[in-house]
C-alpha cells in the first residue's frame, strides 16, 4: 500500500504524463514537483525524458531527451504533433505578441479577444471578400490553439483568451526571428502586389 507521500508523488508523475502542469490550477501536483523534483526527474530520465519545472513561470511539462552520439533512440512517448500553417502562423503571431507584453514591464496575463487575434492574423490571411468564411477559419485555429494548451478561454468573458505562457517553451526566440523575417518578406510582397478576388 502507499503512503501519501508515494500517492502524491504517483499522481504528480501521472498528471505530467497527461499533459501540462500548472501552479495556479494544480496546486498539490505543483507543490509535490516542487518537493519531491529529484525523485520526478529520476523517474522520467529511465524512460527518456526530463520534467522541465520552470518555477519562475509556473508550469511543468515533459520534454524528449534526445540521445547521445551512437546511443539507441527509445520510442517517443510524447508525440510530435504537425502543425497546419494558420496554427503555426497563430502560434508564433501569440508568442510576438506575448514577448511585446513582456518587454512593456505588464503585469499579470496576457488576454485577447477575438476581434484582436481576427486583427492579428488578417495580414496574413489570403485576400477574400467572403468575411464569414474568414472568420470561420480563425475560429477553427483559435481552437486547436486551445486544444494544444496555449490560449486557455476565460471564465465568464465570451470570446477572451489568456496566452499561457508554456507557449515560450515551445517557441524559442530564434525560431520567433527566423519567422518574422519571413512575415515581414510576406506582408510587403502582399502590399506590392496585392492579390485579388
Do not use: C
Not at 505530467?16 to 514537483?33: A, D, F, N, S
Not at 516542487?34 to 519545472?53: P, S
Not at 494548451?149 to 505562457?165: K, N, P, T, Y
Request: glycine share 6%; hydrophobic share 40%; net charge negative.
Amino acid at each position: 500500500m502507499r503512503t501519501p507521500e508515494q500517492q502524491a508523488v504517483a499522481t504528480a508523475i501521472v498528471k505530467l504524463m497527461q499533459g501540462v502542469v500548472y501552479r495556479g490550477t494544480h496546486e498539490e501536483v505543483w507543490r509535490t514537483l516542487e518537493r519531491e523534483q529529484a525523485g520526478v526527474q529520476d523517474h522520467f530520465a529511465r524512460i527518456g525524458l526530463r520534467a522541465v519545472i520552470d518555477e519562475i513561470e509556473g508550469y511543468a511539462y515533459l520534454k524528449t531527451v534526445e540521445p547521445e552520439e551512437g546511443e539507441e533512440p527509445l520510442p517517443r512517448l510524447v508525440k510530435r504533433r504537425a502543425l497546419t500553417y494558420p496554427v503555426s502562423l497563430l502560434l508564433l503571431l501569440l508568442r510576438k505578441r506575448l514577448a511585446e507584453f513582456e518587454a512593456g514591464g505588464d503585469e499579470g496575463k496576457l488576454v485577447l479577444e477575438h476581434e484582436q487575434i481576427v486583427e492579428m492574423l488578417r495580414l496574413f490571411l489570403p485576400d477574400s471578400t467572403n468575411e464569414a468564411r474568414i472568420l470561420q477559419n480563425v475560429d477553427l485555429t483559435i481552437g486547436h490553439v486551445v486544444k494544444l494548451g496555449f490560449l486557455a478561454e476565460l471564465r465568464g468573458q465570451r470570446r477572451a483568451w489568456e496566452v499561457r505562457r508554456i507557449l515560450k517553451a515551445y517557441v524559442d526566440a530564434e525560431t520567433m526571428s527566423d519567422f518574422e523575417g519571413k512575415l515581414t518578406e510576406y506582408a510587403n510582397s502582399r502590399e506590392e502586389h496585392p492579390a485579388h478576388d
